[in-house]
């Protein structure tokens, strides 16, 4: 395992266990040296987690010294990994001939001489960090008590005046509505909210507006702050106090009981209004909660943290009183940062308009960021010069500067207070860009290639990694962007100043080396351990020669560059991803086989067309993904990567011995077709461990071998659906019939969570296998028809949460109904049919857990639809088909769905609490398959509408067309590139988008004309 804080000290520790084994008993002359550093090794490794509690009060000296014992923890096991090569490589099978075996023997003995004499140095090496280590008494150094107290960063936020601050009205009133609201009897029962957000978004300060706008209305009332090792006893003695307004007798002996004792029996028949500020631990929350009795006096509790799963536990069982603070509007943001500096909101020179907008895109709506940039540019002349030296020092020069140095002490508490394995993973994050959209999948995987997931009892390595994402984004220290339908964050961002805190304290530890890139300062440290390239902005940027990037573990490159480094010179990578180097050739991979310890290898390059047959030889690979490049066929040598996990490719054609790489378990997407071999098929079968299958089908049911591509492939479905398969997504031409998959599918694949059709294809009812499908959780299918039948036998699925069907007619002309005992669990439905007829009844009951619904409408439709009936839901898209039409008939259908959407919407919007402007979602779209081409789709009332709406378009930021979960929209992204070749008809889309505001909501009208 490798760390931050320790190096890779514990993974060398185990390598030197390896050394003393069986298998490298012939190292005699060394045992007693591998012995030792073993020992002397582990000592250090104590220590230096030791160490990472503390890090914060480390002096110069001491982290310097850990430092040195970190780079030789690396050196130590690059060592050890070449000399494991080496004797692994001359000690393969026999080969015939006694020369042969006559000249290995030599090898070895040389590689064996040579080893002996690298230990003994590295030995020395190790004494030497010991004896500096009691030389300095690092220990007493380290450990001694501290008196020094730091003031704390918040205060500030408490005393803020009113007048100053931008952007808090209705986040305030918001939070008092919340906690203020309520009928009968609810009013008298004790509510807590909790506010929670990152750091610097400015819980504190809106927590104390909001006490101070309740304050009158409580006569007992208390406000404190928590730190991330808080004093129990103070906290409550504080409390007790502030509620009182009394001292007593002999507090300085009570006990935490004492003082709960205490504070329950004052406010026993009181109604007060506490506020507990920055929760860093549930068990902190759980004894402060003890002292607050539930009195039925209408109380009120208010807490604020950085973390998600406190925030909930603080108010649980009502979720939904958590308060989630948003970002700074562009508008309050600029209003925020003008005031600060020009003591006006109106006073901005219009000539650095342009410059300040470039300094707030940093600040991301950080009302902490935009207070201390402004802090340092109102010491600054108010010159646009000034201003751009300013905007071009934030993350490297600025670092020094007071305000900024505050800043970042404030961000630094959520950092601090993450465990050393978070923390690893999290400064890992600033290789990648500015504003780069971190893939979760990519990131775990590139995280288990370094060394940095901690498995035991043999656990996944990949949830264990997805557990330590979630925990990142459960913390706020990582920014979610795509989330799944089932509330799963599959991808995110790091904000400009967290990641300017990263880059610090990398570039501090010698973690990771940054070169390119916007505003980024080289600081060389002799070896650079983790490399990142980024020539987005600067191509022509150099690695200095001065530079040792022979034992780099990573190296990620951004952009294209003639002067990017030479793979042969970086043999000890364990990561090499390489992302939009257009202008790439094939001979830089040339060396690629020197790369022995590679276990990650992502190429997002479309001018690569081939990689060398030496691929063969990474034996340690476990990631290959050449999902964006343009490689025709793979390596022949690919089936002897025997540590492989994860295979991403384009629509290529099967290997012929696929079934050798046995620790497979993603493929994706494999093409079939005339050109591939019907046999390769049968080796799928033997990827026992495969979880997740992506295939391209081409084969014709007219070809006279069709039949053998057919056996073999359900032969081994069912093979991989008796044993680990999660997901499989099928992708297809129109003319490439899947009707094999109805009924011969068997036994039931009964771990499968996901099933998507990404093609033109339709079944022509539901397969009989998936009604068996108890974990099946999301489904993409295409029927035709559609009938009553199919929807009941989807809505007794269990798990299901995402549900898109897409059919042509429905078989019931007197509409499809869906009653309260189906889709009990569904949270999103998708219904796409081109002739749907009176359509889908929502009847009471129904769905009680959809959120979104995206739903067709024929213009000759029922009026009736049921959506007040769906009363969880928040999210509606109603697209009617105007084919054929009038616009009187469009105009009435579309009262119809307006009034009902907004019918369904409108109650809960009055409940909700989180406070995100696409809470609430209502689009109508109006497709054309022009039938009918004289025939006018668009309503009257939209078209009188259309310069009202241009003129608006500059409000919308979004639409819920992103909203698409995350599979359906892969498996399209990837049929669409597969299957252009075959696309022979061309689609327009126009849209216009107006923000109403309406009973205090958003609302989004969509309007768009396609051509089918």
Same mark, same amino acid.
């Given at each position: 395992?490798?760390?931050?804080?320790?190096?890779?000290?514990?993974?060398?520790? #185990?390598?030197?266990?390896?050394?003393?084994?069986?298998?490298?008993?012939?190292?005699?002359?060394?045992?007693?040296?591998?012995?030792?550093?073993?020992?002397?090794?582990?000592?250090?490794?104590?220590?230096?987690?030791?160490?990472? @509690?503390?890090?914060?009060?480390?002096?110069?000296?001491?982290? @310097?010294?850990?430092?040195?014992?970190?780079?030789?923890?690396?050196?130590?096991?690059?060592?050890?990994?070449?000399?494991?090569?080496?004797?692994?490589?001359?000690?393969?099978?026999?080969?015939?001939?006694?020369?042969? *075996?006559?000249?290995?023997?030599?090898?070895?003995?040389?590689?064996?001489?040579?080893?002996?004499?690298?230990?003994?140095?590295?030995?020395?090496?190790?004494?030497?960090?010991?004896?500096?280590?009691?030389?300095?008494?690092?220990?007493?150094?380290?450990?001694?008590?501290?008196?020094?107290?730091?003031?704390?960063?918040?205060?500030?936020?408490?005393?803020?005046?009113?007048?100053?601050?931008?952007?808090?009205?209705?986040?305030?009133?918001?939070?008092?509505?919340?906690?203020?609201?309520?009928?009968?009897?609810?009013?008298?029962?004790?509510?807590?909210?909790?506010?929670?957000?990152?750091?610097?978004?400015?819980?504190?300060?809106?927590?104390?507006?909001?006490?101070?706008?309740?304050?009158?209305?409580?006569?007992?009332?208390?406000?404190?702050?928590?730190?991330?090792?808080?004093?129990?006893?103070?906290?409550?003695?504080?409390?007790?106090?502030?509620?009182?307004?009394?001292?007593?007798?002999?507090?300085?002996?009570?006990?935490?009981?004492?003082?709960?004792?205490?504070?329950?029996?004052?406010?026993?028949? *009181?109604?007060?209004?506490?506020?507990?500020?920055?929760?860093?631990?549930?068990?902190?929350?759980?004894?402060?909660?003890?002292?607050?009795?539930?009195?039925?006096? #209408?109380?009120?509790?208010?807490?604020?943290?950085?973390?998600?799963?406190?925030?909930?536990?603080?108010?649980?069982?009502?979720?939904?009183?958590?308060?989630?603070?948003?970002?700074?509007?562009?508008?309050?943001?600029?209003?925020?940062?003008?005031?600060?500096?020009?003591?006006?909101?109106?006073?901005?020179?219009?000539?650095?308009? @342009?410059?300040?907008? *470039?300094?707030?895109?940093?600040?991301?709506?950080?009302?902490?960021?935009?207070?201390?940039?402004?802090?340092?540019?109102?010491?600054?002349?108010?010159?646009?010069?000034?201003?751009?030296?300013?905007?071009?020092?934030?993350?490297?020069?600025?670092?020094?500067?007071?305000?900024?140095?505050?800043?970042?002490?404030?961000?630094?508490?959520?950092?601090?207070?993450?465990?050393?394995?978070?923390?690893?993973?999290?400064?890992?994050?600033?290789?990648?860009?500015?504003?780069?959209?971190?893939?979760?999948?990519?990131?775990?995987?590139?995280?288990?290639?370094?060394?940095?997931?901690?498995?035991?009892?043999?656990?996944?390595?990949?949830?264990?990694?997805?557990?330590?994402?979630?925990?990142?984004?459960?913390?706020?220290?990582?920014?979610?962007?795509?989330?799944?339908?089932?509330?799963?964050?599959?991808?995110?961002?790091?904000?400009?100043?967290?990641?300017?805190?990263?880059?610090?304290?990398?570039?501090?530890?010698?973690?990771?080396?940054?070169?390119?890139?916007?505003?980024?300062?080289?600081?060389?440290?002799? *070896?650079?351990?983790?490399?990142?390239?980024?020539?987005?902005?600067?191509?022509?940027?150099?690695?200095?020669?001065?530079?040792?990037?022979?034992?780099?573990?990573?190296?990620?490159?951004?952009?294209?560059?003639?002067?990017? +480094?030479?793979?042969?010179?970086?043999?000890?990578?364990?990561?090499?991803?390489?992302?939009? #180097?257009?202008?790439?050739?094939?001979?830089?991979?040339?060396?690629?086989?020197?790369?022995?310890?590679?276990?990650?290898?992502?190429?997002?390059?479309?001018?690569?067309?081939?990689?060398?047959?030496?691929?063969?030889?990474?034996?340690?690979?476990?990631?290959?993904?050449?999902?964006?490049?343009?490689?025709?066929?793979?390596?022949?040598?690919?089936?002897?990567?025997?540590?492989?996990?994860?295979?991403?490719?384009?629509?290529?054609?099967?290997?012929?011995?696929?079934?050798?790489?046995?620790?497979?378990?993603?493929?994706?997407?494999?093409?079939?077709?005339?050109?591939?071999?019907?046999?390769?098929?049968?080796?799928?079968?033997?990827?026992?461990?495969?979880?997740?299958?992506?295939?391209?089908?081409?084969?014709?049911?007219?070809? +006279?071998?069709?039949?053998?591509?057919?056996?073999?492939?359900?032969?081994?479905?069912?093979?991989?659906?008796?044993?680990?398969?999660?997901?499989?997504?099928?992708?297809?031409?129109?003319?490439?019939?899947?009707?094999?998959?109805?009924?011969?599918?068997?036994?039931? +694949?009964?771990?499968?969570?996901?099933?998507?059709?990404?093609?033109?294809?339709?079944?022509?009812?539901?397969?009989?296998?998936?009604?068996?499908?108890?974990?099946?959780?999301?489904?993409?299918?295409?029927?035709?028809?559609?009938?009553?039948?199919?929807?009941?036998?989807? #809505?007794?699925?269990?798990?299901?949460?995402?549900?898109?069907?897409?059919?042509?007619?429905?078989?019931?002309?007197?509409?499809?109904?869906?009653?309260?005992?189906?889709?009990?669990?569904?949270?999103?439905?998708?219904?796409?049919?081109?002739?749907?007829?009176?359509?889908?009844?929502?009847?009471?009951?129904?769905?009680?857990?959809?959120?979104?619904?995206?739903?067709?409408?024929?213009?000759?439709?029922?009026?009736?639809?049921?959506?007040?009936?769906?009363?969880?839901?928040?999210?509606?898209?109603?697209?009617?088909?105007?084919?054929?039409?009038?616009?009187?008939?469009?105009?009435?259908?579309?009262?119809?769905?307006?009034?009902?959407?907004?019918?369904?919407?409108?109650?809960?919007?009055?409940?909700?609490?989180?406070?995100?402007?696409?809470?609430?979602?209502?689009?109508?779209?109006?497709?054309?398959?022009?039938?009918?081409?004289?025939?006018?789709?668009?309503?009257?009332?939209?078209?009188?509408?259309?310069?009202?709406?241009?003129?608006?378009?500059?409000?919308?930021?979004?639409?819920?067309?992103?909203?698409?979960?995350?599979?359906?929209?892969?498996?399209?992204?990837?049929?669409?590139?597969?299957?252009?070749?075959?696309?022979?008809?061309?689609?327009?889309?126009?849209?216009?988008?107006?923000?109403?505001?309406?009973?205090?909501?958003?609302?989004?009208?969509?309007?768009?004309?396609?051509?089918?």
């Amino acid at each position: 395992m490798a760390s931050a804080s320790t190096g890779v000290m514990t993974s060398v520790i #185990g390598k030197l266990t390896t050394l003393l084994g069986e298998e490298y008993t012939k190292l005699t002359s060394v045992q007693r040296e591998v012995n030792f550093m073993k020992d002397e090794l582990s000592s250090m490794n104590s220590l230096l987690q030791r160490l990472a @509690e503390v890090d914060g009060d480390l002096d110069v000296q001491t982290k @310097e010294w850990r430092r040195q014992v970190q780079e030789m923890s690396y050196d130590i096991e690059d060592c050890i990994d070449d000399f494991m090569h080496r004797i692994g490589h001359n000690g393969m099978a026999d080969s015939a001939g006694l020369v042969n *075996k006559v000249v290995r023997q030599i090898k070895l003995l040389r590689v064996r001489h040579q080893i002996a004499s690298q230990i003994k140095d590295l030995k020395a090496r190790v004494e030497d960090a010991s004896k500096r280590h009691m030389r300095y008494k690092l220990d007493d150094r380290a450990f001694q008590s501290r008196t020094m107290t730091s003031i704390d960063p918040r205060l500030p936020s408490l005393y803020a005046e009113p007048e100053g601050l931008v952007g808090i009205d209705k986040p305030r009133d918001d939070l008092v509505r919340l906690l203020m609201q309520g009928e009968g009897s609810s009013v008298q029962q004790l509510k807590v909210v909790s506010v929670v957000g990152p750091g610097g978004l400015g819980k504190t300060t809106l927590a104390n507006e909001v006490y101070r706008r309740l304050e009158g209305q409580f006569k007992c009332r208390a406000f404190v702050s928590l730190s991330q090792q808080p004093d129990v006893k103070k906290i409550l003695s504080n409390i007790l106090y502030q509620v009182s307004q009394q001292e007593y007798v002999n507090m300085e002996i009570w006990d935490e009981e004492k003082f709960i004792n205490a504070i329950r029996d004052f406010l026993q028949r *009181k109604r007060y209004l506490i506020v507990i500020d920055d929760i860093w631990s549930t068990q902190a929350w759980r004894t402060i909660k003890c002292a607050l009795c539930d009195n039925n006096c #209408g109380s009120r509790i208010m807490t604020t943290t950085r973390i998600v799963s406190i925030a909930r536990s603080c108010c649980s069982p009502q979720h939904d009183h958590v308060y989630e603070i948003m970002p700074l509007s562009a508008h309050n943001s600029k209003s925020l940062l003008v005031k600060r500096i020009f003591g006006s909101e109106n006073t901005c020179p219009p000539q650095l308009d @342009e410059i300040s907008f *470039k300094i707030l895109g940093k600040c991301k709506g950080v009302p902490l960021a935009i207070v201390t940039i402004a802090s340092v540019l109102a010491n600054k002349a108010s010159t646009k010069e000034e201003w751009d030296s300013v905007h071009n020092s934030i993350g490297s020069t600025l670092e020094k500067d007071p305000y900024v140095e505050e800043m970042r002490r404030i961000l630094s508490l959520s950092y601090d207070d993450l465990p050393q394995h978070l923390k690893t993973c999290l400064l890992y994050l600033s290789i990648f860009p500015e504003d780069y959209e971190i893939e979760r999948d990519q990131v775990v995987r590139r995280w288990i290639a370094e060394g940095f997931i901690n498995t035991e009892g043999g656990q996944d390595l990949e949830e264990i990694g997805k557990c330590y994402f979630n925990d990142l984004v459960n913390r706020s220290m990582i920014q979610p962007v795509k989330i799944k339908y089932d509330g799963r964050v599959v991808s995110c961002r790091v904000h400009d100043m967290i990641l300017d805190l990263l880059i610090s304290k990398s570039i501090e530890e010698n973690f990771a080396t940054f070169i390119g890139g916007k505003n980024q300062k080289l600081v060389l440290r002799g *070896k650079a351990r983790r490399l990142s390239l980024n020539y987005y902005f600067y191509e022509h940027t150099m690695v200095p020669s001065t530079m040792i990037i022979s034992q780099c573990r990573s190296l990620s490159i951004f952009g294209y560059s003639d002067q990017m +480094p030479s793979l042969s010179n970086c043999r000890a990578l364990r990561v090499l991803d390489i992302e939009n #180097g257009e202008e790439m050739e094939h001979k830089y991979f040339e060396h690629i086989r020197v790369l022995r310890q590679l276990k990650y290898l992502r190429l997002n390059l479309r001018s690569i067309t081939s990689l060398p047959e030496q691929l063969g030889e990474l034996q340690h690979l476990r990631t290959l993904d050449l999902g964006e490049t343009k490689i025709k066929n793979l390596p022949k040598s690919i089936v002897q990567l025997q540590n492989l996990t994860c295979l991403r490719i384009t629509n290529l054609e099967l290997p012929e011995e696929i079934g050798n790489l046995h620790a497979l378990q993603e493929l994706s997407v494999i093409k079939i077709n005339q050109n591939s071999s019907a046999s390769s098929l049968l080796g799928l079968g033997s990827l026992i461990k495969l979880r997740i299958l992506r295939l391209y089908w081409c084969i014709v049911n007219t070809r +006279p071998d069709s039949k053998a591509f057919v056996d073999n492939l359900l032969s081994s479905l069912r093979k991989l659906g008796r044993v680990n398969l999660r997901s499989l997504y099928i992708q297809s031409s129109y003319s490439y019939s899947i009707d094999f998959l109805l009924d011969s599918w068997f036994p039931t +694949p009964h771990l499968l969570q996901t099933f998507v059709m990404g093609m033109e294809y339709h079944f022509p009812r539901i397969p009989f296998w998936i009604a068996s499908l108890d974990n099946l959780t999301y489904l993409d299918i295409n029927v035709d028809p559609v009938e009553q039948k199919a929807l009941d036998v989807l #809505g007794n699925l269990p798990s299901l949460l995402y549900l898109r069907v897409t059919s042509k007619a429905t078989a019931h002309k007197e509409g499809l109904i869906i009653s309260s005992s189906m889709f009990i669990c569904l949270k999103e439905f998708h219904f796409t049919c081109w002739s749907s007829g009176v359509g889908l009844i929502f009847e009471v009951g129904a769905m009680m857990k959809l959120e979104k619904l995206r739903i067709s409408f024929d213009v000759g439709a029922g009026l009736y639809f049921g959506f007040q009936h769906l009363s969880s839901l928040k999210h509606l898209v109603a697209e009617i088909i105007c084919s054929g039409v009038t616009a009187q008939e469009v105009q009435a259908l579309e009262e119809a769905i307006r009034n009902a959407g907004a019918e369904a919407l409108l109650p809960q919007t009055v409940a909700r609490t989180r406070m995100c402007p696409s809470d609430h979602q209502f689009q109508l779209r109006y497709s054309n398959k022009l039938d009918n081409p004289q025939r006018i789709p668009m309503p009257s009332t939209i078209a009188s509408s259309l310069p009202q709406i241009s003129s608006r378009l500059i409000q919308v930021t979004h639409s819920l067309e992103h909203e698409v979960s995350e599979e359906a929209a892969e498996a399209r992204r990837l049929y669409s590139k597969s299957s252009r070749d075959h696309s022979k008809g061309s689609r327009k889309k126009t849209a216009q988008e107006i923000t109403a505001r309406d009973h205090g909501r958003t609302q989004r009208i969509h309007v768009s004309f396609q051509r089918r």
